[in-house]
T-cell receptor, first 111, second 113 residues
């Protein structure tokens, strides 16, 4: 069974702080890694993806990947109350289109 | 583009009844996915199609669940008979070929009483 593990949270951070969200995966064949954000009652939306080891930055968001450790993380700098949501980690195997999701980490950013 | 359209948005049904969920993918997308989301199990892939053909249905929980995609613009997920444990939010998503992003519909919240 291919698994993607996340701490369910909630992770509480004050406004302006850095939020660090973590994810581990079991399948070494995984090639692509995604972070989706899901507001309560809404559908997931893609915010970041990463293929290669190292860091990828997009605005306030940084995705980090370590394939040897099978570990993916998402850093949110200068957290805002509007970042409060559930963050879903997902992985995809090479040659396959399906995404396997973790159960998500709930992030709460307090003003 | 209107995005992925699902109907109904909410469905309440009695145990034993047949339930049909509907999805219209984004025009031009050749992959369609059905997911189920619950608090306990998160977002689980049930089945996905490529060019209207089912590719992987290993996530379909049991024979009570069936999915069809008669054409490129329409798919259904049917549960017959429904049970209370089927209560969840069902999402449909679509993507194009090797594109990175799968776009999700707004979901159908199913409650079986």
């Amino acid at each position: 069974q291919k698994e993607v593990e996340q701490n369910s949270g909630p992770l509480s951070v004050p406004e302006g702080a850095i939020a660090s969200l973590n994810c581990t995966y079991s399948d070494r064949g995984s090639q692509s890694f995604f972070w989706y954000r899901q507001y309560s009652g809404k559908s997931p939306e893609l915010i970041m993806f990463i293929y290669s080891n190292g860091d990828k930055e997009d605005g306030r968001f940084t995705a980090q990947l370590n394939k040897a450790s099978q570990y993916v993380s998402l850093l949110i700098r200068d957290s805002q109350p509007s970042d409060s949501a559930t963050y879903l980690c997902a992985v995809k195997e090479a040659g396959f289109q399906k995404l396997v999701f973790g159960t998500g980490t709930r992030l709460l950013v307090s003003p | 583009d209107a995005g992925v359209i699902q109907s109904p948005r909410h469905e309440v049904t009695e145990m034993g009844q047949e339930v049909t969920l509907r999805c219209k993918p984004i025009s031009g997308h050749d992959y369609l996915f059905w997911y189920r989301q619950t608090m306990m199990r998160g977002l689980e892939l049930l089945i996905y199609f490529n060019n209207n053909v089912p590719i992987d249905d290993s996530g379909m929980p049991e024979d009570r669940f069936s999915a069809k995609m008669p054409n490129a613009s329409f798919s259904t997920l049917k549960i017959q008979p429904s049970e209370p444990r089927d209560s969840a939010v069902y999402f449909c998503a679509s993507s194009f070929g090797g594109a990175i992003e799968a776009f999700f519909g707004q979901g159908t919240r199913l409650t079986v009483v």
